[in-house]
């Protein structure tokens, strides 16, 4: 963790411990209202006297609440907000400090505990604050993209893996394997060549660039033979693939401790707002950690979507590896200039874009993939894809790629499952603790649900408009790609293109400074009490709010708020722990492709192969029901539009197999 990303989050805690001090010792001069001293003693008035009826500005006078009629008994012990301010008071119930002490062991060092491993870059303070303020002002958006480098590098594993036969035992390259002609030594060299396209992915492409020709490049950078008295490719494949694990973050022990440490926290807030179950302040805390429980997902997956230890030298090494390439390509085709310097390559990736950190950053990896998985299932023989490197001449045709391949900044619609995916995770675990505290007394759009929809709401939204400047402003058009073609395009169109893309990065941060504004004052609110006052008690936000049932304002009926309670902690819960185990069982599945030892990393393929076929069954149900969701769409689409979209043949893959 470099000083920069220490600095922020210290003084990120310095700053929150400053203010909440601040409020306490506002607090402790400051008249505040008794809220259970104030319910009691009404409560006790209206039992004994009857003295406030339903005639009087301190009662609700509506007639209904919560689309249900109150008996007359009820409605004597329901205040309005109004007769909460005449009776109690209009200030604030700040908590105890004790109170106060026991939210910031329970809640806030484990939230900043958990900030410290995210992915910061270096010692960069400007960078640390950007990527900050991006992943918890737009933690959709961001997570949205690590999801979609995971499955990236996740396809590179899996190509890895089905290059060579299953439970093969590949060990270290002997002398004799130096030449790259042996199976075991092409293995290795495909190895390297696909780990090298996963870190590529993680970098932005310099702009303007001819398309075909960037894939040219590349595919020739990863896959080509290339010999001449300067350059041997395989060789020094080999060597930067070393020098990039061998740079690669480590910090994998840290993450999953302070990952234990928020499970931790939020097990003992289960615990307690189960135990004294109907205490709303207890209530409330829990939902504080559910709010926040997409958190650990979002820096858990920072360890799959790994980033280099120096990015920027990474960056220079494969410029490097692509200038010599190019260069050799002249040289092998005799072309003019030969002794010039790359012009292609040069300054080919420009910034480090992993971890969400970079707006609309698509990555190099997947239309290579793609291409490579259309040129393997062409050229294989039978119906299985295990075992591929050995087809005859395979490495020169990936080197040449497909006749009709995608083009390098192409947008692949399967994208879409991890757009959904990292919307379900952030807005379910937001909609637990939304549910919790929606139902807990009073019962509506309060202070606190109000605040956890306002923040899930920005973050969707900024999210939705992410997408749509993707596709209106930022992804290349035909006509963009036809005039790069035909010699480049036009600079003003550039200019004016760079001075749209510039303006909606300085709107998207302005809205993400916001939320994160918005998300530290709901957690400091909440830490303090803030919340303890007339209004926020009387949940007036929405339409059937404004009133206090003072006899559970405080303790709420067990059957009234259990099965709600249930269903939100539940509906975190859940989706926090399927994402969190699906993202360790990824990092132990792409762990063989970022091993710097060969025999660890082939030790590891071998388990992964051995889990893989021992979990085939539950891989294959979710492809079923997308295979049968495509016929029921193509056969809906004939019934209703007779467009014939069965005969539609989609985009090919290949899975992992054993066989």
Not at 1 to 15: E, H, K, P, T
Not at 231 to 246: H, Q, S
Request: charged share 20%.
């Amino acid at each position: 963790m470099g000083f920069a990303s220490f600095f922020v989050s210290s003084l990120f805690l310095r700053a929150f411990l400053v203010c909440v001090l601040l409020f306490t010792a506002i607090a402790a001069t400051e008249a505040k209202p008794d809220f259970a001293q104030c319910f009691a003693d009404f409560n006790k008035t209206q039992n004994e006297n009857h003295t406030y009826d339903g005639n009087t500005s301190i009662i609700y006078q509506e007639l209904t609440y919560l689309h249900h009629e109150p008996t007359p008994e009820q409605r004597r012990f329901i205040l309005s907000t109004e007769g909460c301010r005449t009776l109690c008071g209009s200030g604030v119930q700040y908590y105890h400090w004790s109170q106060i002490a026991t939210t910031i062991t329970t809640w806030v060092l484990p939230i900043i505990g958990t900030l410290l491993q995210a992915p910061f870059e270096g010692n960069d303070f400007r960078k640390t604050m950007y990527a900050l303020v991006r992943w918890i002002g737009s933690p959709i958006a961001s997570l949205a993209y690590i999801l979609w480098n995971i499955k990236v590098t996740g396809k590179c594993a899996i190509l890895s893996d089905m290059s060579t036969s299953y439970n093969i035992n590949v060990a270290k390259p002997t002398l004799e394997d130096a030449d790259g002609s042996s199976a075991k030594r092409e293995m290795l060299d495909m190895r390297d060549a696909l780990y090298i396209l996963s870190v590529m992915n993680q970098y932005t492409v310099k702009s303007p660039i001819d398309p075909e020709q960037a894939e040219i490049l590349l595919r020739q950078a990863l896959f080509a033979d290339i010999q001449t008295p300067t350059l041997d490719l395989r060789a020094r494949r080999r060597k930067l693939a070393m020098a990039l694990r061998e740079g690669r973050k480590r910090g994998i022990v840290p993450v999953f401790i302070t990952l234990m440490w928020f499970l931790f926290s939020l097990a003992i807030s289960i615990e307690g707002a189960f135990s004294t179950l109907g205490d709303n302040a207890t209530a409330h805390d829990l939902a504080l950690g559910l709010l926040l429980a997409w958190l650990p997902v979002l820096i858990l997956s920072s360890i799959v979507d790994r980033n280099p230890t120096q990015t920027t030298i990474s960056c220079t090494k494969l410029n490097k590896l692509l200038g010599e390439v190019e260069v050799a390509l002249r040289i092998n085709g005799n072309g003019v200039g030969q002794n010039d310097p790359p012009v292609l390559a040069s300054n080919f990736f420009t910034e480090f874009a992993g971890q969400g950190r970079v707006r609309w950053h698509y990555g190099v990896a997947h239309p290579i993939i793609t291409g490579m998985e259309a040129t393997i299932l062409d050229r294989r023989e039978s119906n299985s894809s295990r075992n591929w490197l050995q087809i005859p001449g395979i490495r020169k045709d990936l080197a040449l790629g497909p006749s009709k391949g995608a083009l390098l900044f192409h947008f692949d619609l399967r994208e879409v499952w991890e757009i959904i995916s990292a919307f379900l995770i952030v807005v379910g675990t937001i909609a637990g603790a939304f549910t919790l505290s929606f139902r807990t007394p009073t019962i509506g759009l309060g202070c606190r649900a109000g605040g956890y929809a306002i923040f899930g709401s920005m973050a969707a939204g900024m999210f939705l408009l992410e997408l749509l400047t993707w596709y209106f402003r930022v992804a290349p058009t035909k006509k963009d790609l036809n005039r790069t073609r035909g010699g480049h395009i036009a600079a003003e169109d550039r200019k004016r293109k760079e001075t749209i893309i510039a303006a909606l990065n300085w709107i998207f941060r302005f809205l993400e400074l916001v939320n994160t504004a918005w998300l530290i004052y709901i957690v400091m609110a909440q830490t303090i009490g803030s919340y303890q006052n007339c209004e926020c008690q009387a949940a007036d936000w929405g339409r059937d709010g404004g009133y206090i049932n003072t006899l559970v304002a405080l303790q709420a009926s067990v059957s009234e708020v259990e099965p709600w309670w249930i269903t939100g902690v539940l509906l975190s819960s859940l989706i926090m722990f399927i994402a969190i185990a699906f993202l360790v069982v990824e990092w132990c599945e792409q762990s063989h492709l970022n091993s710097v030892d060969v025999d660890k990393a082939m030790h590891g393929l071998k388990m992964t192969q051995h889990f893989k076929y021992r979990t085939l069954w539950i891989r294959r149900f979710p492809d079923y029901c997308i295979h049968r969701s495509k016929l029921m769409w193509r056969t809906l689409g004939d019934s209703m539009w007779n467009k014939g979209y069965e005969k539609a043949k989609g985009k090919e893959s290949i899975g992992w197999s054993y066989h």
